[in-house]
T-cell receptor, first 115, second 113 residues
Framework: AQTVTQSQPEMSVQEAETVTLSCTYD???????LFWYKQPPSRQMILVIR??????QNATENRFSVNFQKAAKSFSLKISDSQLGDTAMYFC????????????FGTGTSLTVIP | NAGVMQNPRHLVRRRGQEARLRCSPM?????VYWYRQLPEEGLKFMVY????????ESGMPKERFSAEFPKEGPSILRIQQVVRGDSAAYFC???????????FGDGTRLSIL
């Protein structure tokens, strides 16, 4: 079975500063995807960033980047130059390649950007 | 290219009534998934359907809940005799093939009075 753990229920950061959200996961598989989703108060699920496990290079999307440590089963999200619009719940998610039919989500981290 | 469309966005029902949630997948997608998000929690998988077939319903409660994806029309998640504990956000996702990550709709927020 696959599990995803987010150990930080709440975090805050000053506007323009950098923050890192933690995520660990457990699986016995070697081929999978990892994702970070943002859920603002509107409750939409917005894809922030995606990482294929076979890729050693960490994914980046503008101000968002990940630190993927496959051996440690760790997948943290770094948000640089935080903006007020980054205030949201952030969910880490796991998806098995080739055989997976569902996402496994963590319980989320509520991020507040302070002006 | 329209994304996954869910309606209604908000649905209010009284205890004992039926709730019907609709999901139209992205164009070209024939695989549909339903997830439930209880308050203060992440999304949890409920059911995976292809056209006219239920592939995996391991996450769906055995009673009162059912899902379908007919040959024509949207996928429907049906909850009979709703109870307060059914209050949640229900998300639909779709993919063009199986065993691929999915695109999410904006969700239906179900409130039970």
């Amino acid at each position: 079975a696959q599990t995803v753990t987010q150990s930080q229920p709440e975090m805050s950061v000053q506007e323009a500063e950098t923050v890192t959200l933690s995520c660990t996961y457990d699986t016995s598989e070697s081929n999978y995807y990892l994702f970070w989703y943002k859920q603002p108060p509107s409750r939409q699920m917005i894809l922030v960033i995606r990482q294929e496990a076979y890729k050693q290079q960490n994914a980046t999307e503008n101000r968002f980047s990940v630190n993927f440590q496959k051996a440690a089963k760790s997948f943290s999200l770094k948000i640089s130059d935080s903006q007020l619009g980054d205030t949201a719940m952030y969910f880490c998610a796991f998806f098995l390649s080739n055989t997976g039919n569902q996402f496994y989500f963590g319980t989320g981290t509520s991020l507040t950007v302070i002006p | 290219n329209a994304g996954v469309m869910q309606n209604p966005r908000h649905l209010v029902r009284r205890r004992g009534q039926e709730a019907r949630l609709r999901c139209s997948p992205m164009k070209g997608h024939s695989h549909v998934y339903w997830y439930r998000q209880l308050p203060e929690e992440g999304l949890k998988f409920m059911v995976y359907l292809q056209k006219e077939n239920i592939i995996d319903e391991s996450g769906m409660p055995k009673e009162r809940f059912s899902a379908e994806f007919p040959k024509e029309g949207p996928s429907i998640l049906r909850i009979q005799q709703v109870v307060r504990g059914d209050s949640a956000a229900y998300f639909c996702a779709s993919s063009p093939l199986g065993y691929q990550p999915q695109h999410f709709g904006d969700g239906t927020r179900l409130s039970i009075l």
